[in-house]
């Protein structure tokens, strides 16, 4: 993953590797991981992630070769990233879920020298090993030995903040895209830029993120695995503030364990997302007594977090904000809207003066004007998708002189200068001609007192083109289509409301709780 020949570059201070030892100089006593029975300080970090970086050097890694993270959430997956940071290579976010074909796809596209992998996926990493892939290491077999027999020393060379950064994305269709970032970039757009109140005040120099870290720091617990980037934005925008960050044993979501290490470990901040982690999780605090008085804010990001959820957390953690935030691998964190159980239909969110949504013709779109337009974002963006650039010419524009992203998202800015999110246009179903965006209506659909979980596609109609079907997976007993129809027509246009539903026993979801929509079409059109 060399630099490519259009990649702006500057002379920067701001450094992944660099900014991360600058605070555990500051504060290396403090914890900085728990994951099961190990606890790890700040320094206690760094020197792991400085043997495995030596490691990795001894079996040839250096600058710009591509690293895989192939792991469930564990000190391990901060290790390979930390490490390679230090190396000037690049860690790449392996999904552990993909089979053979997938993973050789994303194996050569990435152009991986080694990969860290779990006992649990070692044969299907072999499996798809290409002749590129020279090192597998196992953690359960090989990383412990490997780092006990290297240099705990920080002795590495001079870096740059135009280091590169990636996040490879599956999106919602088609093979996983690698997207390129610098670190200096991908430090303020997605990690925080040294803002440990989230209030927009970035550091103005690399110096300044030390001494901001407060007295005492953020706890928070991620749901999500760290092979999502959300995940793993979270866990250094807490590095980076001095905060400690809390996995689950070997990354399971356990909604019982979730709560228990809330009050055992003073979590402030938990991160879900949507409603297939925020439902199991307050089914579990309606049932049970957990000790949650640490916490103050219970945060979601990259799935619908329906009205009807919202209003459940609200009433079981009333003392607690629950906070969506939206965000993707293109753009990096954008927006945050304070949820309320009284919402109805697409989120809105508040964006600061980086984001805005064009029109088809790119202009941008005014306040209150109602045309569902594409969301962008300037500054701090990706350099390109990696080795894809028909896609990076479609996904990046020069607008009035400034270079924005547009991933895909469609949007409205509202009277009130919020922008409500319709999802992707990928998924966007169109029937009739008239374009129907399944969040839109699936925020509706959840508010359905027996519908536990729901998605909805688009499947072929002769009449339509498309027409809307539901899939339900329900609460107790299921819901008949009219029950689904009269209470999407008190909230939706009538061409959005459901034509048919089919009730399932469960909704297939990513581990980080995304929709599947390859695998809902399937169902709804068997």
């Not at 002189?401 to 966007?428: K, N, Q, Y």
């Amino acid at each position: 993953m060399a630099r490519g020949e259009g990649d702006v570059v500057a002379v920067r201070t701001f450094n992944l590797a660099d900014l991360f030892e600058s605070v555990v100089d500051a504060v290396g006593d403090r914890e900085a991981l728990v994951a099961g029975d190990r606890r790890l300080t700040y320094t206690a970090l760094d020197e792991r992630s400085n043997r495995l970086a030596h490691h990795l050097q001894s079996l040839g890694v250096g600058a710009g070769d591509a690293v895989g993270l192939q792991m469930v959430n564990g000190t391990e997956y901060a290790e390979g990233m930390l490490a390679c940071f230090k190396i000037r290579a690049i860690p790449v976010n392996v999904n552990y879920r993909y089979v053979e074909d997938e993973l050789r796809h994303l194996f050569e596209d990435a152009d991986l020298v080694v990969n860290l992998t779990n006992e649990q996926f070692a044969n299907r990493v072999v499996a798809a090993r290409t002749a590129r892939l020279e090192h597998v290491i196992v953690v359960e077999r090989d990383y412990e030995s490997a780092l006990a027999l290297s240099s705990p020393e920080r002795d590495f060379g001079p870096r740059s903040s135009d280091d590169l950064y990636c996040a490879y994305t599956g999106g919602t269709t088609g093979f996983p895209k690698g997207v390129i970032w610098r670190h200096e970039d991908i430090f303020f757009a997605g990690m925080g830029g040294g803002d440990v109140m989230h209030s927009g005040n970035h550091i103005a120099t690399p110096e300044g993120l030390a001494e901001r870290i407060p007295e005492g720091g953020m706890v928070a617990l991620a749901t999500p695995p760290l092979m999502h980037v959300s995940a793993h934005w979270l866990l250094f925008s807490l590095l980076f503030g001095g905060g400690k960050m809390v996995f689950t044993s070997e990354g399971r979501f356990d909604p019982a364990q979730i709560w228990h290490l809330v009050g055992t470990e003073g979590v402030n901040m938990l991160i879900i997302v949507g409603d297939a982690m925020a439902r199991p999780l307050a089914d579990a605090l309606a049932n049970n007594t957990y000790d949650t008085s640490s916490l103050f804010v219970v945060g979601s990001g990259g799935a619908v977090l329906s009205p009807s959820t919202k209003e459940k957390l609200t009433a079981l953690l009333p003392n607690v904000i629950v906070a969506d935030g939206f965000g993707s691998s293109e753009t990096g964190t954008m927006g945050t809207h304070r949820s309320s159980g009284a919402d109805v239909g697409p989120t809105r969110f508040t964006m600061n003066d980086s984001v805005a949504v064009f029109d088809d013709d790119l202009q941008r779109l005014e306040p209150g004007s109602d045309v569902i337009g594409r969301l962008a974002r300037r500054g701090h963006i990706p350099l390109r998708y990696h080795k894809d650039e028909a896609k990076t010419a479609a996904t990046f524009a020069t607008i009035d002189g400034e270079r924005w992203v547009l991933p895909g998202d469609f949007a409205r800015v509202r009277d009130d200068g919020t922008i409500e999110l319709l999802g992707r246009g990928s998924v966007c179903i169109n029937s009739g001609g008239e374009k129907v965006y399944p969040e839109e209506v699936e925020a509706v659909v959840k508010g359905h007192p027996h519908v536990a979980d729901a998605v909805v596609v688009g499947v072929p109609d002769e009449r339509w083109g498309e027409r809307v079907v539901a899939l339900i997976q329900p609460s107790d007993e299921p819901p008949t289509l009219d029950d689904i129809q009269s209470i999407c027509r008190d909230k939706l246009a009538g061409y959005k409301v459901p034509r048919e539903i089919k009730i399932v026993q469960q909704i297939v979801r990513s581990p980080a709780g995304k929709t599947d929509y390859g695998w809902a079409k399937q169902e709804a059109m068997s």
